[in-house]
């Protein structure tokens, strides 16, 4: 049981010590505002979003610091975003609506829209937004001036995270963790390694020489995760994508539910982590650093086991500080891990609705 104990606590160390290291590099990032002729367009894939296109735009249109055009894609929605989107565009010139053309056999549909969106851009720089995102005044200017400063084609962030039920709050929170936890950013910075490419699809930003340079969602259309995608799209071509952080930069609230949460985490599971080489990999690191821990505590309080479950709540608690998240998620940590695993799982081992993998309706197969 000791030595149980100890490989726990270093499963446990490890994260904590990452998170520590991630968020000290994150908080030096400077600031910049972009310099010269800079047209930041920002780009709106849009699928039956009635109830989020109307904020959505209000958040974009105050944008400040760079000149911005707003290009909203309408992709087959039965409801009535293209109407709340033409009233936009009819007392706004910068808003601009579209019409996506039917889907391509083999492409994915939020990536079809994508590359449609950055065909008829005007801007220098490109932001990816998605419809559930409210973007901050000064976001897109200083995406764009980091863009400039540093040399990177794709510049992304994440979110601040709103969550307001349980189910969010059994999901969520995976994705600062395992990027703050998980992720060695001082390296990534270092490094045009693919393997280190990490972006988050909600908010991202590229350069357009270099997407067209990296071929862009063109290149990966038969993908869903395009954020993950992208990144390593850019890397295996010789440019740079970095991180920020971004929970002053944006908001969103991905999920309305447990159910909502599970299925749109599984769509893009395949991509990621649910693989028969890393899946298992991921569980002996989640689940000894986060999981057991808390579940041997009772039976057995010796100090590693103790100590382990310390970092791993510590490291939970600090990162929903610092990204502002609900409060809420810290004591509910070691079933968020769970929870997650679990989807993972089923996605691998396609159990349930986790054969079929989709965006807003439709549906691609697994693997």
């Known amino acids: ?159 601040r995270q709103i969550m307001r039920s349980p189910g969010e709050l059994l999901t969520v929170p995976t994705i600062n963790l395992l ?39 063109a290149a990966i259309h038969s993908r869903i995760h395009d954020g993950i995608q992208l990144a390593r799209l850019f890397r295996r071509k010789g440019l740079m994508t970095d991180l920020v952080p971004g929970e002053r930069l944006a908001s969103c609230r991905m999920y309305a539910g447990f159910r909502e949460a599970w299925i749109g985490f599984a769509k893009n599971a395949h991509e990621g982590m649910a693989t028969p080489v890393a899946l298992p990999v991921w569980t002996i690191l989640l689940l000894g650093g986060h999981v057991l821990p808390f579940a041997l505590l009772p039976l057995w309080p010796a100090w590693p086991i103790a100590l382990a479950a310390f970092l791993s709540l510590s490291s939970r608690a600090v990162v929903t500080v610092v990204t502002r998240e609900n409060p809420w998620s810290i004591p509910l940590h070691p079933f968020t891990t769970l929870v997650g695993l679990a989807i993972q799982w089923s996605v691998l081992l396609r159990i349930g609705r986790a054969r079929r993998a989709g965006w807003k309706g439709r549906l691609y197969p697994v693997g």
């Open 179 to 217: 990027l703050l936890g998980y992720l060695p950013m001082g390296f990534m910075r270092l490094s045009r390694d693919p393997g280190l490419g990490a972006a988050c699809g909600q908010l991202m930003l590229v350069e357009r020489e270099a997407y067209r340079l990296s071929g862009g969602h």
């Open 1 to 159: 049981m000791v030595i149980l104990g100890l490989i726990l606590l270093a499963l446990a160390a490890l994260p904590a010590v990452l998170v520590v290291m991630n968020l000290n590099i994150l908080r030096a990032t400077p600031r910049h505002l972009p310099q010269g002729d800079v047209l930041v367009s920002v780009l709106i894939p849009a699928r039956n979003e009635a109830a989020n296109i109307g904020p959505a735009l209000d958040a974009a249109l105050k944008s400040m610091g760079v000149p911005v055009e707003i290009l909203v894609m309408d992709d087959g929605s039965t409801d009535e975003t293209p109407e709340i989107v033409r009233a936009y565009a009819a007392r706004d010139a910068r808003v601009r609506l579209l019409t996506a053309p039917p889907l391509q056999e083999g492409w994915t549909g939020k990536v079809h829209a994508c590359h449609h969106l950055a065909e008829a851009a005007r801007g220098t720089h490109l932001l990816f937004v998605d419809a559930d995102v409210r973007l901050e005044p000064h976001a897109a200017a200083l995406l764009a001036g980091h863009a400039q400063a540093t040399d990177a084609g794709l510049v992304s962030a994440v979110p």
